[in-house]
Structure formats: structure tokens, C-alpha cells
């Protein structure tokens, strides 16, 4: 039962790691528009 959410972690834990972290926002608008473009391309 543990593994179950192992995927999801990882993928969120990426997504700080290489999107989050390296910019500031100014507005949340923002932050959401960045997140949801990233999740586009994610490989």
C-alpha cells in the first residue's frame, strides 16, 4: 500500500526540484500558467 502514491510524489518532488524552486512569482495566476505549461512537456 505504500507504493501507491510513489508516482505522484515523484512527479511533484520533479516538479519543484526543476520548475518551482528556480523562479519567484508575482502572482498565482502566475505560478499556475508555469506549473501547467511544465506539465505539458513533461517527458
Do not use: G
Not at 500500500?1 to 502572482?27: G, H, P, V
Not at 498565482?28 to 512537456?41: D, G, L, Q, S, T
Request: proline residues 2%; charged residues 30%.
Amino acid at each position: 500500500m505504500c507504493w501507491d502514491n510513489a508516482a505522484a510524489k515523484s512527479f511533484f518532488a520533479t516538479l519543484k526540484n526543476e520548475m518551482y524552486y528556480r523562479q519567484r512569482f508575482d502572482a498565482r495566476a502566475k505560478a499556475r500558467f508555469a506549473v501547467a505549461e511544465y506539465i505539458e512537456a513533461f517527458p
